[in-house]
Antibody, heavy 115, light 113 residues
Framework: EVRLLESGGGFAQPGGSLRLSCEISKLSSRDYRMSWVRQAPGKGLEWVSS????????YYADFVKGRFTISRDNSKNTIFLQMSSLRAGDTAVYYCATQFGLDVWGQGTEVIVSS | DVVMTQSPLSLPVTVGRPASISCRSN???????????LSWFHQRPGQSPRRLLYKVSNRDFGVPDRFSGSGSVNEFTLTISRVEAEDVGVYYC??????????FGPGTKVDIK
């Protein structure tokens, strides 16, 4: 069974940047499309971004377009979410999940944007 | 974007009794390939979400058969045939037919009476 391990969360100031990583414990991560979903404190689930198996296709929620970039390194079985121009509203637990159907989820990594 | 609504938003349940949650979309979720990409997720307190059902009624591996999904077009239901204590948490429906974006319902909080 595939397992996902997110890392890279932490504190950032408004306008700052963070890079999240999601390691996929599977010999061939290139078999998996991947997605990021976030959950603000006490709130519901919100899709952020997705990427195709090869990384040639990327998709973003409107509220992160131009600020976040999803990418992947299949040689390292890892996907990334580069977050820039962070806002207080980006404070959330960020989960990575497999496929566009969100089959399997990681444990999440917390991002706090505050001055 | 497709808007997903759920009812009720809070559901007190009794162990051993059935429970159901409704999910509606403001557009048909039937895709051009004939499939309906409506999924259900369960999030226990302090845990990550877990997918229970996909394409309306298909259970994910390891999901107990007391969970079932039904519905079509834009009205869907998650049913728990006999609630167990471990079923507490928040349940979300999600559509994947008209994406991006994937959109979730607001969640239904289930707790034991």
């Amino acid at each position: 069974e595939v397992r996902l391990l997110e890392s890279g969360g932490g504190f950032a100031q408004p306008g700052g940047s963070l890079r999240l990583s999601c390691e996929i414990s599977k010999l061939s991560s290139r078999d998996y499309r991947m997605s990021w979903v976030r959950q603000a404190p006490g709130k519901g689930l919100e899709w952020v971004s997705s990427i195709s198996e090869s990384g040639d296709k990327t998709y973003y929620a409107d509220f992160v377009k131009g600020r976040f970039t999803i990418s992947r390194d299949n040689s390292k079985n890892t996907i990334f979410l580069q977050m820039s121009s962070l806002r207080a509203g980006d404070t959330a637990v960020y989960y990575c999940a497999t496929q566009f159907g969100l089959d399997v989820w990681g444990q999440g990594t917390e991002v706090i944007v505050s001055s | 974007d497709v808007v997903m609504t759920q009812s009720p938003l809070s559901l007190p349940v009794t162990v051993g009794r059935p429970a159901s949650i409704s999910c509606r979309s403001n557009q048909s979720l039937v895709y051009s390939d004939g499939n309906t990409y409506l999924s259900w997720f369960h999030q226990r307190p302090g845990q990550s979400p877990r997918r229970l059902l996909y394409k309306v009624s298909n259970r994910d591996f390891g999901v107990p058969d007391r969970f079932s999904g039904s519905g079509s077009v834009n009205e869907f239901t998650l049913t728990i045939s006999r609630v167990e204590a471990e079923d507490v948490g928040v349940y979300y429906c999600m559509q994947g037919t008209h994406w991006p974006p994937l959109t979730f319902g607001p969640g239904t909080k289930v707790d034991i009476k």
